[in-house]
């Protein structure tokens, strides 16, 4: 069992940064994927950003330029650094990942609060 631990929410006004982290434990074997959604009460969970290899790298049309996805491979964790941080990024954000041991899996995180706020 594969379990996602984020960490770095909290309150931030507008123009500000924060950055998530999200660490992976338990029986991985290889990560083949990790992602960060975010959800807004009433809506459906959207993906931020995603990354495989540290030159392979998807974002949301609304975070480009500002958020920046990273990965470090030994300890498990994927990092969301967020700049330029608008009311409109306030929502819980998820930590997802996938990949395999004896058998695939995925995981999600408990998820942790994001508010942009003067």
């Known amino acids: 069992q594969v379990r996602l631990v984020e960490s770095g929410g909290g309150l931030v006004q507008p123009g500000g940064s924060l950055r998530l982290s999200c660490a992976a434990s338990?029986?991985?074997?290889?990560?083949?994927?990790m992602y960060w959604y975010r959800q807004t009460p009433g809506n459906e969970r959207d993906m931020v950003a995603n990354?495989?290899?540290?030159?392979?790298?998807n974002y949301a049309d609304s975070v480009k330029g500002r958020f920046t996805i990273s990965r470090d491979f030994a300890k498990n964790t994927v990092y969301l650094q967020m700049n330029s941080l608008t009311p409109e990024d306030t929502a819980v954000y998820y930590c997802?990942?996938?990949?395999?041991?004896?058998?695939?899996?995925?995981?999600w995180g408990q998820g942790t609060q994001v508010t942009v706020s003067s």
């Open positions: 338990g029986k991985i074997f290889s990560i083949t994927a």
């Open positions: 990354i495989t290899s540290p030159d392979n790298t």
């Open positions: 997802y990942a996938k990949g395999y041991s004896a058998y695939g899996w995925q995981a």
